[in-house]
Structures are given as structure tokens and as C-alpha cells.
């Protein structure tokens, strides 16, 4: 989660909403990534949609099944969706999202043999975030 | 509709799931796009996420508020995500995806200003896809 947090860093440095992601397989780092919305104009760039893309690309296949995804942020229904297609192993997130996470939603926007893990440090996740928010309202 | 089915065709002779988008704004296709999951070995690489990144692309900017949506399918969770995030005008699709669209979830997956339509050429999108699963079965 260190690593999906120097994401996060990188993504408030470029005045991105501050979330990181990195995926891992095998103990090896096969993807990362961090929003990039703003530079890019568009709203299917954020940080796990990237970390997807790199990681199939990494394993030469459209399947993730012995990873595991790091992220900073409860993934939005988006993102779930995407990780579903990746039929991903786990999916390890810091803080939640009660306005966009996917776990508002029914039935489970996860593919079902997918493990959850929440709440992994969550205050350093949630403080970049909220952080960033303070300092955009000044 | 006819030009999504356009690329919906050309995703089949691709040997894809033959799914496609266009994206129009002030009557002109601003985005367009087919399913390309396997040729790019990326499961975000649905038509509406290409014809959405092609479109805000065009667009200068990461919202599709005055834009509307072809797709042959009805969209996935992960592609209605994306559309949400993108506050797209107006979402209108031929077939229903019983299995995996984007309906059968709650809370809704759109945004709630976006208008949906369904059931447009239906037919012609439907049989694209039986077509393809029947040759894929011999």
C-alpha cells in the first residue's frame, strides 16, 4: 500500500484527486498507476483503470487472476467493473467511499471468486485525500 | 445506430465480441469505437470506454453533458461507470445484456441526469452477437 501512496503523492503533485494504485503478482509489481483525469480530459483515467491496463499488457493476457490490487481509494462502480473483467484475486483498499464506492451497490459489482480487504491504512489514504480537498477550498 | 453496428462488424471480423459505439455531439461522431478485449489483451477495452476516451478527446474536455451514445449492447457496469463519470446527454442502446448490463444493478449505475433509451435496432444488434457465439460453438 506504500507504493499505491507514492501513486497517490504523484497524482496531488500534478493536481490530480490524490489516489494511487499498484498491482501486484507474484511479489512483483506488474502495474501502477495514479488519476490522471484532468491531464488526460478523461474520465475513464483513473488510477486502477491504468494499473489494468498496465498489468495485462505486463502479463501478455486479459486475465488477473493471481494478483492482487493495492489502492488507495474504495474503487468506484467503474472501476469494480473493470477489476471484474480482470476476474482480479484480491482487491486490498485504504479509505472508503461512501458517495462512489462500488459496495453501495447490489448485487456486487466484484466478480464473485474475488477477495476483499478494507480499510488497510486507511488514515494516510484518507488524509491525502482530505488534504488535497482543504487545500483546493483555500 | 447503424454506424455502431458498423463497428460492431468490424469487431467480428476481428474475432471480437461484436459490440460497438459511437458518440455524437451536434450531429456530428465525435468517438467511435469496437470491443478490442482480446486483440488488446486489456479487459477495459470495451467500444463505449474507446469511443468515450476518443470522444472527450475531440472534445477538449473530460464531460459529454451535450453528447448521446450508440451502443449495440446494453452497457456493462464498468461502462456505465465510465458514462456516469462522463455525464453523457443521453445513453441509447439496441439489446439487453440480461447477464451483465448495467440495469439489473441498484442503485442506478448512470448518471442521474443522463436519458436512457433501449431496444433501438435491437434485433439487427442482437443477432450480430447470436450469430457469433453460434460460429464460435461449431
Known sequence: MLEALKEANAAALEEEVPIGAVIVCKGKI???GHNMTERLKDPTAHAEMIAITAATEAMGGKYLNDCRIYVTVEPCPMCAGALAWSQIGEVIYGTADPKRGFSMFSPSLMHPKTRIKS???????GRIITDFFKSKRK
Open 30 to 32: 506488474i502495474g501502477r
Open 119 to 125: 480499510g488497510v491504512m486507511k488514515e494516510d489514504c
